[in-house]
Every structure is written in structure tokens, then in C-alpha cells.
């Protein structure tokens, strides 16, 4: 069983991610983002949402946003920890917030009603709504999700 999670694409995305923001953030980007960038993450012992905005250190706003990316079971078991507390992708935990607002930009890798999305065609199989926003389901989006269970070509992972 221990191959399987050691199998899943998952991991090696997140060591990709992780490598590709260490490489190309500026040593002050936590500097230049607090109090402007706003990291949304969930919290796994309650699994409440919570805005990060500060960061004390460039590898403190790293963790940030990998906590902000990680997907259970796909990127693992090991869930990450930022400040010591575990966290994980901030849409899992998105139907109980309660600050998404007007001025709130909305980012998704599936087509639907985000601010900044795939725009697809308006034939969706129908629709299913998540907090605030509105995720298609067609058949673009279907293609979408199984490319996250594949592993990444060596092009797309060596940026």
C-alpha cells in the first residue's frame, strides 16, 4: 500500500511548485505582498477557511501557498503545516466562509464563474455551486480534472 501514495503525481508537483518559488521569488517577496496578497487556506482542525496576509520571511509566504495548493490524498498524508498549524487547499473549506466579498478575486483551474478561470463553452452538463462560486461541469472540465491525476511531461514540470 505504501507504493501507492508514493506513486501518486501529487508530490512531485508540490516539490515543483516549491522549486519553481524558491527559484524565481525575489528574497523580499514577503516584504513586497503582506497586506496585499491574501492566501486562503483551510484549517484541518476545524475546517474553517482563513486568510493569510502577513508573512514574516519569503519561506513563511512559500508555505503559505503550498498549504493553499494542497489537495489530501493527492498530494498525500502528510498534510503541511504553516506556523505549525496544518492546513490545506483553502477550497476545501470556501462553503463556511464568510469573506468573500465584491472586491475578492476568485481564481480556479476549472471553467465556471470565477474571476479568473478557463472560460469554456456554455454547454455544461449543469453546474454545481461551491461558497460564492459556480463551477461548470463539462466536458473540458472533466478532461481538466484527470490531467491533475496524471504525472506532469518533464516539459510542463521543468519550467
Not at 523580499?28 to 492566501?39: I, M, P, R
Not at 496576509?53 to 498549504?67: K, N, V, Y
Not at 493527492?74 to 477550497?91: A, N, Q, T
Request: with cysteine; hydrophobic share 40%.
Amino acid at each position: 500500500m505504501s507504493n501507492f501514495w508514493i506513486r501518486l503525481p501529487g508530490g512531485k508537483v508540490l516539490r515543483v511548485l516549491r522549486d519553481f518559488l524558491n527559484k524565481h521569488l525575489p528574497p523580499d517577496a514577503h516584504q513586497l505582498v503582506s497586506g496585499k496578497l491574501n492566501v486562503i487556506v483551510t484549517r484541518v482542525r476545524d475546517w474553517r477557511s482563513v486568510v493569510i496576509s502577513e508573512f514574516a520571511s519569503r519561506e513563511d509566504l512559500i508555505q503559505a501557498i503550498t498549504c493553499s495548493c494542497f489537495i489530501p490524498l493527492y498530494f498525500g498524508l502528510s498534510l503541511p503545516k504553516y506556523r505549525g498549524v496544518r492546513y490545506v487547499d483553502g477550497e476545501l473549506g470556501m462553503w463556511r466562509a464568510d469573506f468573500v466579498t465584491r472586491t475578492t478575486i476568485t481564481v480556479s483551474a476549472f471553467a465556471g464563474e470565477y474571476d479568473i478561470c478557463p472560460k469554456d463553452c456554455p454547454a455544461a452538463f449543469f453546474t454545481f455551486q461551491l461558497s460564492d462560486c459556480i463551477l461548470q461541469i463539462s466536458k473540458r472540465n472533466i478532461c481538466r480534472m484527470q490531467y491533475i491525476f496524471q504525472l506532469p511531461t518533464h516539459q510542463v514540470s521543468s519550467f
